[in-house]
């Protein structure tokens, strides 16, 4: 065997080494399974949703004191179905979707399907992530096979985003039955806010 070969093999084997070595101290080089098992949400992509945007049929959202629920008709166009407070409130509530209203929605949600997992962090009780009390909290229901909203079925998915990180641009999450906290851009909770404060504004109907 040549010098050449030989030492060829022996950097082969210190990257190998090294490269355990990193995954040993907690870097992201996991598999699928392992992924899926610690965060609750698919890998691949790494993206918050547990499904494409199309296979959603109701997101509702614990904001500012209330409960805002946005939910598909039979068309599947998005509505804003605001958990009314007051005797009025639900006279004049309606569910039939409005075409410039799904249209916000909609924005709003094609940003959301893009929100992908940053870091991770051990779900240490101590640490000041703001998962216990969350600022938000979102629940995600699927559809059925005839494409109405699935809303007697359990959600895919439960999400308390806490506090905003140090670094000013993410946003502890917690997702539901998972031991990690997971961080994504804060824009995406500022979009979602922003949402709710356009649908108040302009209640659909």
């Known amino acids: 065997m040549s010098k050449r070969i030989v030492i060829v093999w022996v950097v082969l084997a210190a990257l190998v080494l090294g490269l355990r070595a990193y995954e040993r101290d ?10 899926a098992a610690h965060t609750g949400v698919p890998s691949g992509d790494r993206r ?8 959603l049929g109701i997101i509702e959202i614990a904001y500012g004191g209330a409960l805002h629920r946005f939910e598909r008709d039979a068309q599947g166009a998005w509505f804003y179905h605001a958990h009314a407070t ?13 075409a410039q209203v799904a249209q916000r ?9 893009k929100a992908r997992l940053e870091r991770e962090f051990p779900n240490d009780p101590t640490a000041d992530f703001g998962v216990a009390a969350p ?3 979102v629940v995600v ?6 494409g109405l909203p699935d809303a007697g079925g359990a959600p895919l998915a439960r999400y308390a985003l806490g506090n905003l990180a140090p670094d000013n641009l993410s946003r502890y ?6 031991a990690k906290i997971v961080t994504i851009a804060t ?19």
Do not use: C, W
């Open 141 to 146: 229901y699927g559809r059925r096979a005839d």
């Open 48 to 55: 918050l949703m547990p499904a494409p945007m199309a296979q």
């Open 135 to 137: 600022e938000m909290f």
């Open 86 to 98: 007051n005797a009025q409130a639900v006279a004049d509530h309606t569910h039939v979707a409005d």
């Open 173 to 178: 999450v917690l997702p539901s039955g998972s």
């Open 26 to 35: 907690g870097h992201v080089f996991e598999s699928a399974e392992e992924h």
């Open 105 to 113: 929605i909609d924005k709003a949600f094609a940003g959301l399907e």
């Open 187 to 205: 824009y995406q909770f500022d979009n979602l806010a922003n949402l709710i404060k356009d649908m108040q504004a302009k209640p659909p109907g």
